[in-house]
């Protein structure tokens, strides 16, 4: 088991940036990918970005190239997201994910998360 933990949502204005940070317990050797998902009212879950946990490959939705950054401390089994030039679209319920399987932007491949942190971006 892997258990997941978000932290650093808020409330902010468009062109500001916040931090997020997963803290992964448990089975963390398991674990293939770390990914952020996100989900907006109304809107289906989408991928956001996910980095390979041992590697460090990281990947990232197009919606966000250029403006999010995801990165992992194995020593502290943390995953950040720094997100910069935020805009009132990037407002939603971000989830971090662990999949222990090779995989990267499909959700349901994903068999561990946390319980969401939420990002509202005002205009």
């Known amino acids: 088991q892997v258990q997941l933990v978000e932290s650093g949502g808020g409330l902010v204005q468009a062109g500001d940036s916040l931090r997020l940070s997963c803290a992964a317990s448990?089975?963390?050797?398991?674990?293939?990918?770390v990914g952020w998902f996100r989900q907006a009212p109304g809107k289906e879950r989408e991928f956001v970005a996910a980095?390979?946990?041992?590697?460090?490959?990281?990947y990232y939705a197009d919606s966000v190239k250029g403006r999010l950054t995801i990165s992992r401390d194995n020593a502290k089994n943390t995953v950040n997201l720094q997100m910069n030039s935020l805009k009132p679209e990037d407002t939603a319920v971000y989830y971090c994910a662990a999949a222990t399987t090779v995989t990267i932007r499909v959700a349901a491949e994903y068999g561990y998360w946390g319980q969401g942190t939420r990002v509202t971006v005002s205009s």
């Open positions: 448990g089975r963390t050797f398991s674990i293939y990918t």
């Open positions: 980095i390979k946990w041992s590697r460090g490959n990281a």
